[in-house]
């Protein structure tokens, strides 16, 4: 809209330039005539010449003024329907277009809150079970199932006996060491650790919560 105007703006301006180009033509050529007239050493036929010329620019003045009338009495109808009716239009339609997104965005804020509000019971009924299931849990019965479950099963061992050297059958008494503290040279790697080889019963203390199935059905 804004480019239909500027053009017939544009055309306005061209046909009023025509006008002045002509209106002045007219003016020279009446002036012409006038010195034609009263120059006494001019012909007749001269002076008829002069006349006629005249009245061409006169007539091409009018005209132009005529186009110019009618261009200017169109700009300014246009420019009035521009301003006084297509654009408050416009405008009026994105109104109405923004105040619809206004209207969604509330609606949608709204229809957020009721989702909210009918998931509240399914997450408090979660809630309430992740306390009832929290609430059994026995610190104490968790650990025995642990210790029950990976416990070694020997016996503490004895005491070391004294080596009386000074026996007179000269019968030393070598101490007897727990089987269970006996280890291999193969169980022992480079680095002086127990080798898992060796152990590998034990290495679910440090991992109480594999997936081993008799601890899982123990626990859980």
Same mark, same amino acid.
């Given at each position: 809209m804004?480019?239909?105007?500027? &053009?017939? !703006?544009?055309n ?6 025509n ?6 033509e007219? =003016?020279r050529a009446?002036?012409?005539f006038k010195?034609? @007239?009263?120059d ?5 036929a ?5 006349k006629?010329n005249m009245?061409?620019?006169?007539q091409?003045?009018?005209d132009?003024?005529n186009?110019y009338? %009618?261009q200017?009495?169109r700009? *300014?109808e246009?420019?009035r329907?521009?301003y006084?009716h297509?654009?408050?239009? +416009?405008f009026?339609q ?9 209207? *969604?965005i509330?609606?949608?804020m709204?229809?957020?809150v009721e989702?909210?509000r *009918?998931?509240f ?5 979660c809630? =309430? ?7 059994? +849990? %026995?610190?104490?019965e ?7 479950r990976y416990? &070694?099963?020997? @016996? ?7 080596? @009386?050297?000074?026996?007179? =059958?000269?019968?030393?008494h070598t ?7 006996v280890?291999k040279?193969?169980?022992v790697t480079?680095?002086?650790t127990?080798s &898992?080889?060796?152990?590998?019963k034990?290495?679910? !203390?440090?991992?109480i919560?594999?997936s *081993? ?5 123990n626990?859980?």
């Amino acid at each position: 809209m804004m480019t239909q105007l500027s &053009s017939q !703006i544009a055309n306005l301006e061209r046909s009023r330039k025509n006008y002045e180009k002509a209106s002045k033509e007219a =003016d020279r050529a009446t002036d012409s005539f006038k010195r034609a @007239d009263a120059d006494l050493n001019l012909s007749r036929a001269e002076v008829e010449k002069q006349k006629m010329n005249m009245t061409i620019k006169q007539q091409q003045c009018e005209d132009a003024k005529n186009e110019y009338a %009618n261009q200017l009495q169109r700009t *300014n109808e246009q420019q009035r329907q521009h301003y006084q009716h297509l654009m408050p239009e +416009i405008f009026r339609q994105l109104q109405e277009l923004d105040e619809k997104r206004i209207r *969604n965005i509330r609606n949608f804020m709204v229809q957020s809150v009721e989702v909210e509000r *009918n998931v509240f019971p399914i997450i408090n009924q979660c809630l =309430d079970g992740i306390v009832v299931a929290a609430k059994q +849990i %026995n610190e104490k019965e968790d650990t025995l199932l642990v210790i029950e479950r990976y416990k &070694s099963g020997f @016996d503490p061992p004895a005491d070391f006996p004294f080596d @009386d050297l000074s026996r007179p =059958d000269g019968v030393h008494h070598t101490p007897t060491i727990h089987p269970a503290l006996v280890l291999k040279p193969e169980a022992v790697t480079v680095k002086g650790t127990m080798s &898992s080889a060796k152990f590998k019963k034990r290495v679910g !203390i440090f991992g109480i919560f594999s997936s *081993n199935k008799v601890l899982s059905e123990n626990l859980f």
